[in-house]
């Protein structure tokens, strides 16, 4: 379609749950063709991604003139909150006020569910989604990283310890008793649905002892979350670690969304984990006045 | 004539590449998958991989740690092909063994000499 048809056709948001998941994955994924860190899905991703964070396709959107879909967005739904994701405008399609169409969707619906904050995440450096947000009085709360450690990276030492697996509904306990806050990706409803959650708790010999839940796929761990109960965090975070990649030491591991003023941190760095990219959490808090 | 796999989901991507290396004579596999490329490289023991980082199946490093991995692959060169930030992708490749990366988009020649550069590199 040409911009000029684009321009005299009317601009609709059109609920998600219209289209199917393949029109959906398509959709989003010509739209962050170009995007800082592209991450495309396929058909069974999307789906799985819907189921794990709680996404309503029937309040996520999808904007059309004329026929012709420009963008997509959805909106997971948990109480007393929403979350803005996969937010993505087809490249030549941009500038035209796709996203904002978008946006305002998403905050009046998230109105309508009466939450008190509306939540999403951005990545640093992509300035025209950033500047968008501040445009709908989104504000930063927190970045977040995401942290890769190869599977080739060396072994390392760590304090004398007693380790024991754990899984099922021993993960959630422990999970449920976490200190840190999370994201909306590895929050318990999110965790609870993904399957396949593990847990290690370790116990030093002097006492000093913590857990860590992951999620065990064939080639990766994931979804990992850090707790120290007792003891020299980094002596703790050390035995914890060594416990995990002394068990999988063929796996790919990947740790998103920890906070970068994270206590974790210096330790993940010190066995391997390096940043790959940072995200911004904004928030949105909604009044009713 | 060398071998070469392109791991790559992106259609336009994956068929600009094909037809370039083609047409420097060289054999070319596309997969758009990680799971499928690596059954390919199985398959073929390709001389060059070209790996996009972002996949739909799983990542582009998780696929790349894995042939590494994998004496079935043999000993190919592995570049990663993204259009992730330079200091992001140049951390990546090294981080996760692969031989250099390829920043997305590409000018065709630059796409070419640094395929030959590769290969040079390897034969010497």
């Known amino acids: 379609m040409s911009a000029q048809r684009l321009s005299l056709a009317p601009l609709t948001v059109r609920p998600a749950s219209e289209f199917s998941l393949k029109i959906l994955t398509d959709i989003y994924n010509r739209a962050r063709i170009d995007y800082i860190i592209p991450m495309p899905m396929s058909v069974r991703r999307m789906e799985e991604y819907l189921r794990f964070y709680d996404v309503d396709l029937s309040r996520s959107a999808v904007a059309e003139a004329g026929g012709e879909l420009l963008g997509v967005g959805m909106l997971g739904v948990r109480p007393d909150r929403t979350w803005i994701t996969r937010l993505g405008v087809i490249p030549a399609k941009r500038r035209r006020g796709v996203g904002r169409a978008l946006m305002r969707h998403f905050i009046r619906e998230s109105r309508n569910l009466g939450v008190s904050r509306i939540i999403l995440e951005v990545i640093k450096g992509n300035v025209a989604a950033h500047r968008l947000f501040h445009r709908y009085d989104f504000r930063e709360q927190r970045e977040l990283l995401i942290l890769r450690r190869p599977p080739i990276m060396p072994r390392f030492d760590a304090p004398a310890y007693e380790a024991e697996l754990l899984y099922g509904e021993a993960v959630f306990a422990l999970l449920e008793k976490r200190t840190t806050t999370p994201s909306w990706l590895d929050d318990l409803p999110s965790l609870r649905k993904v399957g396949g959650m593990h847990a290690l708790r370790v116990t030093l010999r002097n006492g000093g002892c913590g857990w860590i839940a992951f999620h065990l796929q064939p080639y990766q761990l994931s979804r990992l979350v850090i707790e120290v109960e007792e003891g020299d965090n980094e002596a703790v975070t050390r035995a914890l670690l060594h416990s995990l990649h002394t068990r999988y030491p063929r796996h790919d591991t990947k740790l998103e969304n920890l906070p970068a003023d994270s206590h974790y941190r210096q330790s993940l760095e010190a066995v391997g984990y390096f940043v790959a990219f940072t995200r911004i959490e904004m928030v949105k808090w909604l009044s009713y006045a | ?124």
């Open chain 2, 1 to 124: 004539m060398v071998k070469v796999l392109i791991v790559e989901d992106n259609p336009y991507d994956a068929r600009l590449m094909s037809s370039l290396l083609r047409k420097d004579g060289h054999e070319v596999f596309v997969a758009e998958e990680g799971g499928e490329g690596i059954v390919i490289a199985r398959q073929e023991q390709p001389d060059i991989i070209l790996v996009d980082m972002g996949l739909p199946d799983l990542d582009g490093q998780t696929v790349i740690a894995l042939l590494r991995d994998d004496k079935a692959v043999g000993d190919p060169i592995i570049i990663t092909v993204t259009a992730w930030p330079p200091d992001t992708a140049r951390l990546m490749a090294e981080a996760y063994g692969s031989d250099g990366y390829i920043s997305k988009p590409f000018k065709v020649r630059t796409f070419q000499a640094k395929i030959r550069s590769f290969l040079e590199s390897r034969r010497e």
